[in-house]
């Protein structure tokens, strides 16, 4: 832990325009700040699509700091390929989305979530237009797709990349905004509250005033203060041995706010998607589902199909249904994989539909006009997470959540494909719409600077093995124990197992200066800790969550959402 400070290397971020990746182009974004304080009106930690989205909003009403881990614009919704859901055909009907919603979600959906979320369907694309990004179109309207759970087609997108044009687009304009300042590599540790600084006083509530974070590429703490924090950090995918989530899915806004002493929600719904490509050499690459969507057949090994075995819809059944298929099929069979075919749609439609998909799997030898695509279920989306209201806000005044890391009430016990872009969209303008109102209402001063962090005389921790192996096996039991599908035994077991592992890391944390996977470590044993702990507490099968033990959905006692207590979090 680091007190001293100086002056870091200019920082560069790779940045694309409307239809290039990223990683595309180099531009010279901000220089790492010269001073261990920095202030601003608003701080957004995390750049995904929400993040992004909300600083371009915040923006208009004074100065914003945004921070990103890595660089600037990886994210989970970078590598988002489906789409975006949204009522935009004449022929299509709000309540229809409303509905396929809750019925993926399984009775566990807020209906006014549902509703706020859909609603603003159109009115999100239209601002996307509106910033540049550029949809696929079918002659003259927009190319519309659809995906396992929705009765339509609803699902808007740029060929098979929609995540990378959009944050593409996004991390432009932010880029080139004067009033944002955007930071990368830096690893949020923990917020700054009034409480922590022993600022208390009867009936009045506690507060966030910014975060302290680690800059990777010094090992230098910096603090970060604002009038108002937003944490859109993304997804816990890493915390699973196998996942379609980058590196960055490491659960750190969850685990922050948590220690901050928000609630934490419905962390049992873990969604595993069905189809992540299965070769040695792909890391993290899914095959969208927008492939069932157009068609494609799940086989097993000898070429049989067998999802309408398991659900009258077949491919197009919800995610969820179809994860537990192949992994029963897989546990039946002994093989290690399944296969998706779209073969019959011949090689013109294939290339032009998918041609991200179609690219990656050519590099690895599988030709998917020709032969089936090997796939595997892998974590995918948490859809549980900070707990917030309609306006993103959390139990923490001043702090606000939104994306993956909160839970809004939109997804219930498993979301319904390609939801997830539209949430990010609908609540970041949700929380602008609060801010703007309390900036302008209250012009809260800023505190005298808040305090540095302070290094405790910890040393260099010398045995970086122990971290590794850690979180090696953190992610192994969470596979194995609390994956797919559970049984009472094996979360008992895995329980025992995290309790023992975050006392050595909590040894590790207070004895070493933080490094990155140190605070990753820290991040996902306390996030796998509220996966097991909710998983346990939900004594019924539902959505994502199944277990052997309690095989039957009980809407009598558990049609209600998982909130854990702060006290033994």
Known sequence: ???????????????????????????????????RL???????????????????????????????????????SLHAQGGIAAVLDPKDRLDAHVEDTLTAGVGLCHEDAVRLVVENGARSIERLIDLGVRFTRDGERYHLTREGGHSARRVIHTADATGSVVIGTLLTKVAHHPRIRLYEHKVAIDLVTTHKLGVMAPGVANRCLG??????????????????TTLATGGAGKVYLYTSNPDTATGDG??????????????????????????????????????????????????QPFMKRHHEKGELAPRDIVARAIDTELKRTGDDCVFLDITFKGEAFIREHFPTIYDKCLGLGIDMTKEPIPVVPAAHYTCGGIHTDAHARTDLDGLYAVGETAHTGLHGANRLASNSLLECLVYAGRAHEDMRRRIHDEREPLR????????????????????????????????????????????????????????????????????????????IALVASLIIRSAIHRKESRGLHNTTNHTQRDDQHWRRDTVLPITDA
């Open 254 to 303: 969850i685990a922050i706010a948590s220690r901050a002493g928000c609630r934490i929600a419905n962390m049992e719904f873990i969604q595993f998607h069905p189809t992540c490509l299965f070769h040695p050499q792909a890391k993290s690459f899914l095959i969208s589902e927008a492939v069932r969507g157009e068609g494609g057949v799940l086989l097993l090994k000898n070429g």
């Open 448 to 523: 005298p600077n808040l305090p540095l962090w302070d290094t405790f005389d910890a040393g260099t921790c010398e045995e970086e093995v122990l971290i590794a192996h850690n979180w090696d096996e953190i992610r192994r039991f969470m596979w194995n124990y609390v994956g797919i599908v559970r049984s009472d035994q094996r979360l008992a077991r895995a329980r025992r197992r995290i309790q023992l592992l975050q006392r050595e890391i909590d040894e590790y944390y207070w004895n070493c200066r933080v490094s990155q996977n140190l605070l990753e470590l820290r991040n």
């Open 38 to 76: 920095m202030s601003s009106d608003f701080l957004i930690i995390g750049g995904g699509l929400a993040g992004l989205d909300l600083a371009l909003r915040l923006a208009e009403h004074g100065e914003v700091i945004v921070l990103t881990k890595t660089l600037a614009g990886e994210s989970n």
């Open 211 to 228: 975060c302290h974070a680690l800059d990777i590429t010094t090992g230098l703490v910096h603090t970060f203060q604002a009038r108002f």
């Open 1 to 35: 832990m680091v007190a001293v400070y100086q002056r870091g290397p200019i920082m560069t971020s790779r940045i694309g325009g409307i239809n290039q990746r990223p990683e595309d182009h180099t531009i010279v974004i901000v220089k790492s700040p010269d001073k």
